[in-house]
């Protein structure tokens, strides 16, 4: 029962920490125990009746009385044992509230025990543990008691360190959180701003900024191919594009191409906003792998976003007499078959494609880029696997792509084996997109204003209603609304794209959109991520307070991408809200990506942005990116330091460190 809470060293129950505490160091009189009412109180006496009540149901009722007063003990569910424990004569202390219930003063279930005249009362708060099914407070708090006997308490973190940090030593700091003795500050104890904190916070931290640092290391031991060559490929594309790269896109990229050209695998993340023009920098990126006689493959979370990648790019590419092969689930068994011939003779130079890529019987033939997009969308096994396809014992350069932000410190704690590349600009060119939110019942005037709009030949999307419950619901909504716009635009054509239809039919409508013969195109959040069509100008979005904050800004991403004035509706149901408002509220008020990430950290927490990295999270247990910032700096910064140079005893502490703290939770991290 330990071992399913995690606790499985003496250490783990050391650091296994109190969630409150209950005061019993004092005892109250009765009388006035029961004149303050509405408090915990504890309080002793003596039973001086002991009965069981059968209405209005069965009740052991246990009256207790001391000098001041008496006070009745109310148990609705009681063991037989207990009637006798709690028999006449018997001296108990108890713990609860007190009610004024029928029969004057109360306490409905108190914690009792049966004591001695004269027991002494403990001379520390008492310890209330985060425990699980069958582990009792009493059973953990022994454990507990009996591990601090025996534990190494050796401070792992060196004086000079704690001095300059201000902090407290480690023995002291873990059992003031164990047991506060009588006139600690319970506030900062349950606020975790006692310094005590402070200290198991930075321990915590600085655990994981070392372990980040040392994945960091063994990967920069891990070969990977030189991708040094600069050649036909790029020139060829550099030359085929229709636009010139923003000096944002140019940045980047220089940063990319310098990594690949190491010989220890690339790790970056190119972050930006939604039509920042990620794509073309992983096309160039691309192709560097093949003018220097590599593979490269991308993979995408959905077949949609898959296959707009893959038309734009073997657009670019084919024509420079590069083969680009298309891999996803949904293929003939056959075409199947030739896609993974084609990868594994190497005839293929560029492979694009959704999780498909991933599977054992695809065998490349000389990879040596890996590009993800919309990274936070796969898991860390799903990355591993495609990064374990190198050949020769080189592991290939990886690049992810997000238009998700992630936050300053957030990308400190769990992404520190992360270069990141940042697109701070949108190509030119761009006109803003105005936001408004509409209540629902003013849709009528929304339908006219899409007919107005695809009457000057604008496109519009009609995102439908987010039904997470059912699959099923959310569908048959999408159709009602298909069918209910149809008919209400008779003039305009009106298209249907769900994520159930067969790839080749939702290939034919986004086509049919594409090429702009569709004028409205009824979604669900299929089209959420990567859709670009430029001429899409209007989008309205249904109940929109049901949708996320970073799903809104992606769904909002689709339009706003070509000259056009661009206008997002957020047609919503009222009464809204708190946080639906506070939503809403911030999508009319910005359409930066970043902005609208650090609210959506604010309003959620960061659960969101670590997605399939939730095995890395459980990682901090104590420490909250929010308020300990300063602390995750200066951690870093400490972590850093230690691992200089490779000294031989800072190397002994680093290892007593994260001995202490991570145990076998190490490997977390190292993806
Ligand atoms: P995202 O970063 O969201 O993946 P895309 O790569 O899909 O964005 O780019 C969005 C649109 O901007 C595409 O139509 C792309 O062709 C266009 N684009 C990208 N870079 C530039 C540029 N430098 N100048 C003009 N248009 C660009
Ligand atoms: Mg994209």
Redesign the pocket.
Known sequence: KLAKLGLRSDMDLILHLPLRYEDETKIVPIREACLRGGHVSQVEGVVIKNEIALKPRRQLLVTIADDSGELLLRFMNFYGSQIKQLSEGVRVRARTEIKHGFFGAEMVHPTYKVVNENAPLPTSLTPVYPSGEGLSQPILRRAIAEAMRRVDWTDTVPPLIRRQMDLIDFEPAVKMLHYPPVGADEYALMEKSHPAWTRMKFDELLAQQLSLKRAQRARRDKGAPHLRAMGHMTEGLLGALP????NA?QRVLHEIRADLREGYPMQRLLQ?D???????VAALAAAQAIDSGYQAALMAPTEILAEQHFRKIAAWMEPLGVKVAWLTGSLKKKDKTAANEMVESGEARLVIGTHALIQDTVQFAKLGLVIVDEQHRFGVGQRLTLRNKGSDGLVPHQLMMS?TPIPRTLAMTYYADLEVSVIDEL???RSPIVTRAIDQNRRDEVIERVHAAALEGRQVYWVCPLIEESEALQLQTATETYETLAEALPDLQVGLVHGRMKPAEKQAVMDAFTAAEVHVLVATTVIEV?V?V?NASLMVIEHAERFGLSQLHQLR?RVG?GSAASVCLLLYQSPLGQVAKQRLLTMRETTDGFEIARKDLEIRGPGEFLGARQSGQAMLRFADLETDQWLVEHARDIAASLLEGEVPANIAIVDAHLARWLGGKEEFLKV
Not at 243 to 246: I, N, Q, V, Y
Not at 274 to 280: F, P, R
């Open positions: 636009f010139s790269l923003t896109q930006g939604v039509g920042s023009g990620k794509t073309v238009a190509p030119p060119g990567g670009d430029p991403g991408r």
